[in-house]
């Protein structure tokens, strides 16, 4: 799997959600980056996200880190719920965003095979359009973000998205990992998040041993492109608290 990095210290990988590359983790990485090594995978396409988690150990292996923390944002948190069930030994703490454990209702089912059928038929600047202003805080839906998270989507492509649409609709749940989770564990999410509220995440957390979470002002689900500064401080005290003595190696 290929991936950038920056900065320099414990590993921290950062996964993307639905139609978004590095760019989404890009501005609270570089802050996380003045004291850890911070590592972008490419998670997207793979069509699967048992594949993803697989890639993100294998980078794992390329970087030399025998274990990291993972942020992984909405798809990124499945992902990330993907490692904690079958690689936990690799991580050292885990920060879930704007993501949730629980399955698709048949509504939510519905409406991705509606997406898949409209990216079939050519639509999908349409698909992306009403993608970008569905996932952003209503004050945020129009502007530079939204042109933002449709240049990700167009980068990426209809045939990576349809297979990230589908390995989502067919991800089942993580409600059997959350009482298993035995390392340092943040949920976070957007107070204005419309598809994973921060109900959810309180819901979650109440499941995990230990679990915190944190609501971001003013954040719909794109929280880090949304709330950068915030969600990089979130993240850099939770990191500064549950760093392990020995670390992650160094790369």
Known sequence: MDFAREGS????????GLGCDHRLWRPVGRRLAERHTVVYPRTWGTGSIRAAAEGVVSV???VGAREAAVAG????????FELLRHHAERLWAVALVDTTPFGDTPDRRSKRDQVLRLIERGEFDAVLGTYAES???PHNARGPLRDL??????TIGPEAFARDVA????RGHYE???PSIRVPTLFASGELDGLTPPELAHRAAERVPGARVAVVPGAGHMTPIEAPEAL????????????????????
């Open 9 to 16: 210290g414990p590993v921290v990988v950062l996964i993307p």
């Open 60 to 62: 794992l292996d390329a």
């Open 73 to 80: 944002l909405s798809m990124g948190g499945y992902v990330t």
């Open 135 to 137: 996932v952003l805080a």
């Open 149 to 154: 998270l449709v240049d990700m989507g167009r």
């Open 167 to 170: 390995a989502i609709r067919d």
């Open 176 to 178: 059997d990992v959350l």
């Open 232 to 251: 990089a401080q979130i993240l850099s005290d939770f990191l500064d608290q549950t760093a392990p003595n020995a670390g992650s190696r160094e790369p």
